[in-house]
């Protein structure tokens, strides 16, 4: 059974930086395909990154919100995928979640789809 864990999220100034961290195990498929995606209060949820799994040269796709300021990136060791958040903006406050497939990601879409596999969220505030 996939497990998908989440850790990294807190508390943080705007302009300050977290990394979250998403550790995969058990799935019976080499190097997942990861993508993450976030939820603030009374808002749907929002793709925000993503990067293809181990045999698929790494590519990575941002949501027009954070390019420039967060990067995905995937230590296959590890069997863990991280986002590094930078500039960090008080409207970047939400509940993160990683996600393993199925799910849309193109340079254009990152979205769930109705068998898409949930890590648990973890919060990030950035105070203002």
């Known amino acids: 059974q996939l497990q998908l864990v989440v850790s990294g999220g807190g508390l943080v100034q705007p302009g300050g930086s977290l990394r979250l961290s998403c550790a995969a195990s058990g799935a019976t498929s080499d190097y997942l395909a990861i993508a993450w995606f976030r939820q603030a209060p009374g808002k749907e949820r929002e793709g925000v990154s993503c990067i293809a799994g181990g045999g698929s040269g790494g590519s990575t796709n941002y949501a027009d919100s954070v390019k420039g300021r967060f990067t995905i990136s995937r230590d296959n060791a590890k069997n863990t995928v991280y986002l590094q958040m930078n500039s960090l903006k008080p409207e970047d406050t939400a509940v993160y979640y990683c996600?393993?497939?199925?799910?849309?990601?193109?340079?254009?879409?990152?979205?769930?789809?109705?068998?898409?596999?949930w890590g648990q969220g973890t919060q990030v505030t950035v105070s203002s």
């Open positions: 996600a393993a497939p199925p799910f849309v990601c193109t340079p254009s879409t990152i979205q769930g789809l109705g068998m898409t596999n």
